[in-house]
T-cell receptor
Framework: SQQGEEDPQALSIQEGENATMNCSYK?????LQWYRQNSGRGLVHLIL?????REKHSGRLRVTLDTSKKSSSLLITASRAADTASYFC???????????FGAGTQVVVTP | GAVVSQHPSRVICKSGTSVKIECRSL??????MFWYRQFPKKSLMLMAT?????????EQGVEKDKFLINHASLTLSTLTVTSAHPEDSSFYIC???????????FGSGTQLSVL
């Protein structure tokens, strides 16, 4: 079953703007991860935040995690056309490598 | 990170035939691989966990006789869709778990179309 719900389902912004998407999950997790998928392709790992962390940065990405609310957010700053993709959150419990994916947010960045 | 190769990238077949999809871990010995299925504009649904040298573990609702998984070596897992039907048309993606069992590395996916 899917772990999380993502909000919004779709997001359209212009280059240079920030893109924020949220993810909620249902069960307890060891870590939460964000992945990116270009149309018709596999997924690429972006960032991992552990359950004892509240915020993490990687380049133009900022991820937050609120375990009390079972939610996470992904912020992409200064977006580029190349950021156009679908973004998925995925929660991992204790199971080795097993991830439950959220529904995804489709982001379109127009030049 | 691991480099994962998935083949073929696209396959069209007639109803009733079987289709084999290969997933190779090119630079990493993967004792565990995962097979996901994705419908258009939808999320990934975990189908099964492929374990090297033993039987795959299937998720609830996934027919093991329909989706045969073989993980005969540390670098290769195969998914065979047996007696494919149009409702099996989907995007199938394999993944390999990294050394710490955390992040996944994905193949590029296989688009299966059953006529």
């Amino acid at each position: 079953s899917q772990q999380g719900e993502e909000d919004p389902q779709a997001l359209s912004i212009q280059e240079g703007e920030n893109a924020t998407m949220n993810c909620s999950y249902k069960t307890s997790i060891n870590n939460l991860q964000w992945y990116r998928q270009n149309s018709g392709r596999g997924l690429v790992h972006l960032i991992l935040i552990r359950s004892n962390e509240r915020e993490k940065h990687s380049g133009r990405l900022r991820v937050t995690l609120d375990t009390s609310k079972k939610s996470s957010s992904l912020l992409i700053t200064a977006s580029r056309a190349a950021d156009t993709a679908s973004y998925f959150c995925a929660g991992q419990d204790d199971s080795w490598g097993k991830l439950q994916f959220g529904a995804g947010t489709q982001v379109v960045v127009t030049p | 990170g691991a480099v994962v190769s998935q083949h073929p990238s696209r396959v069209i077949c007639k109803s009733g035939t079987s289709v084999k999809i290969e997933c190779r871990s090119l630079d990493f010995q993967a004792t565990t691989m995962f097979w996901y299925r994705q419908f258009p504009k939808k999320s990934l649904m975990l189908m099964a966990t492929s374990n090297e040298g033993s039987k795959a573990t299937y998720e609830q609702g996934v027919e093991k006789d329909k989706f045969l998984i073989n993980h005969a070596s540390l670098t290769l897992s195969t998914l065979t869709v047996t007696s494919a039907h149009p409702e099996d048309s989907s995007f199938y993606i394999c993944s390999v778990s990294g050394r710490r069992g955390e992040k996944l590395f994905f193949g590029s996916g296989t688009q299966l179309s059953v006529l």
